[in-house]
């Protein structure tokens, strides 16, 4: 009866106390949105979520609970500023009671200053729901407001599945069983991979949740997951922070985004973000909103400017929107003098200045739309510096791309030698080690002479293609120099059984474009230019391997001489072959390496 008695009391005096943990984009580090949780008295064993909630279920008050939860969230995320989506939790039988079947009246009243469009329904599963078609005319009910709908602890209870095809929700959240632990369980990993599968198809987008790790949050990226949560990133709290700490922040510049193509790194490593830094005013959160005002009127050119929160951005106002909003019938003044936060509208991109515009361009792509058209925050040590526009973006890639086709190979489309001198010199200009591996085809003249060039054409694709397979198109490089001859510029630390797994497969790739007695032979005869009968074996695949230490003071020249010196030693190996250099590389000025024995690695 006393804990009874107490719950009365939170209700009546709604003794609540908001918290927020904030929603990841797991590929850049910027906060998305915020999960809304609550907490009963701090003295009080109300103050247990689980404890809460389960008294409000046997008293019959589990909706009215829920009500109060959603209006303090929305009332205290509205006074702080905050800014991205509210993720707030419901049960699916509080969606199906009477009290709300005619959509989001119980939101309603809460709403002001807050766009309903920010505003996530999460469907929690304590109990198992049959009533699917009520479930989806709530849910529709809900997105006619405006609002949307996320699935929570999905791969927990009963009938999350099910749930998700009935519903089509907005965001899936991932439970954080399968989350945890993920870096060291395949079937753990291969239930995420396809739960994102299935959500491209449904057009849902997925949030990880209970990330505690870094393996965990690198395993989740590298699954192409788009949204996560988690103590790692961010702890609930009030105030929730608005942007991760430089520490957390720093978690996102390690490891590969799967999702990037295999653009030339010395791009993505010398055009960075600075490059299309466009220098705006930036004002204070609780500015009011006539100074904002103000300031577009006198600065007819400006189109946005950004809003801090103790130095660090949190959000973009948009000239046209703000003005246009403003020019409404009592807009002007009922606005005015409030904090132009609520100009906000969406949750901003906020990058690096370092940021490479290649990874800017794939962050923008995979996050929402509105990136391209509203723009982004450029930081500096997470102070803000300025903003970008896709305009600009869009405009500095196709040039980088023009630039890469303007020197690679018409025959494989691989990158030539501008573009490999460019790559290796960003390497060394990053102190960061890698191979290099010269590949190079044998005995390709004669048959380029026996067979017609088409089929010699056919060769260099095939090797190419090979290069392209057994490279990791996030870590290394491929160019062609022109002719047979090939680059591959490794930062894979198992370069060497990628090489070994590329010449097994040489042989049986180009067994084909052999006549049946050529390939029995192992060769065939052709005169040479006097007329003397000459046996040539099949063309086979040589390659030398350099590895660098790029703290030393190196060329991209000299480095392509060590590595054609490891080639001519491969080359003296009959067959597939390949020849590491092992001895350390001269210091200084270029000069021969010194001999090794070759690594097996012959057909």
């Not at 739960?195 to 449904?202: D, K, N, R, V």
């Not at 936060?341 to 200045?353: G, R, S, T, Y």
């Amino acid at each position: 009866m006393k804990m009874l008695a107490s719950f009365r009391k939170v209700l009546k005096e709604v003794a609540l106390t908001p918290l927020y943990q904030p929603i990841v984009d797991v590929q850049s580090g910027a906060i998305i949105g915020y999960e809304g949780l609550i907490r009963g008295p701090s003295d009080s064993p109300l103050h247990v979520p689980a404890t809460l909630f389960n008294v409000a279920r046997l008293c019959g008050e589990t909706a009215e609970l829920e009500r109060l939860c959603r209006k303090v969230h929305i009332e205290k995320f509205v006074q702080m500023g905050l800014s991205g989506k509210l993720f707030l939790n419901m049960s699916p039988d509080v969606l199906l009671m009477p009290a709300i079947e005619s959509g989001a009246s119980l939101l309603t009243p809460a709403l002001a200053g807050m766009a309903p469009e920010n505003i996530v329904i999460e469907l929690t599963e304590s109990d198992s729901t049959s009533n699917y078609p009520l479930l989806r005319q709530a849910a529709s009910d809900y997105r006619g407001f405006g609002l949307q709908i996320a699935i929570d602890d999905l791969g927990e209870g009963f009938s999350s599945l099910r749930l998700w095809s009935e519903l089509r929700p907005e965001y899936v959240k991932i439970d954080k069983y399968f989350v945890q632990g993920i870096d060291k369980d395949a079937v753990k990993r291969q239930f995420v991979r396809s739960i994102s599968e299935i959500a491209q198809q449904s057009k849902s987008s997925v949030i990880a949740e209970g990330i505690e790790t870094e393996a965990e949050l690198q395993a989740i990226r590298s699954l192409g997951i788009q949204y996560g949560q988690g103590y790692l990133l961010a702890r609930p709290a009030m105030p929730p922070v608005a942007v991760l700490p430089p520490e957390t922040l720093r978690l996102f510049g390690k490891g590969p985004n799967p999702k990037r193509p295999p653009m030339n790194e010395a791009y993505r490593s010398v055009a960075t973000v600075r490059k299309i830094l466009r220098t705006v005013p930036a004002v204070a959160d609780s500015t009011a909103t006539n100074d904002v005002y103000d300031i577009f009127q006198k600065q007819a050119d400006l189109n946005v400017l950004a809003v801090l929160r103790d130095g660090v951005p949190i959000g973009l106002i948009q000239r046209l929107r703000m003005l246009d909003k403003l020019a409404r019938p009592y807009h002007r003044e009922l606005y005015g003098n409030k904090p132009c936060a609520l100009f906000i509208e969406n949750a901003p991109l906020i990058v690096d200045h370092k940021t490479s515009l290649q990874d800017l361009g794939n962050l923008i792509t995979e996050a929402d739309p509105h990136h391209l058209s509203d723009g982004f925050i450029i930081t500096e040590g997470g102070q803000f510096i300025g903003v970008g526009t896709g305009f600009d973006l869009i405009r500095e890639i196709t040039q980088m791309q023009i630039h890469a086709a303007r020197y690679a190979n018409p025959l494989t489309q691989l990158p030539g030698n501008v573009p490999i001198d460019e790559h290796i010199e960003a390497l060394l200009l990053g102190e960061e080690p890698f191979a290099v591996c010269y590949g190079d085809l044998d005995h390709f003249k004669p048959f380029n002479d026996l067979y017609s060039y088409r089929k010699g054409d056919e060769v260099i694709q095939i090797t190419a293609g090979l290069l392209r397979e057994h490279a990791d198109p996030n870590l290394d490089f491929v160019g062609h120099i022109g002719g047979d001859d090939f680059i591959v510029v490794f930062k894979s630390p198992d370069w060497r059984e990628r090489c070994g797994r590329l010449l097994n497969q040489f042989a049986p790739s180009t067994s084909r474009l052999y006549k049946p007695e050529h390939l029995a032979a192992g060769g065939y005869v052709t005169e040479n230019r006097q007329g003397v009968e000459v046996f040539h074996p099949l063309v086979s695949f040589s390659m030398g391997v350099v590895q660098v230490d790029a703290a030393l003071p190196y060329s991209s020249h000299q480095i392509a001489e060590f590595a054609a010196q490891a080639k001519s030693e491969a080359k003296k190996i009959p067959g597939n072959s390949l020849f590491v250099e092992r001895r350390a590389l001269p210091r200084g000025a270029c000069g021969v390496a010194a001999q090794a024995a070759p690594d097996p690695g012959r057909d």
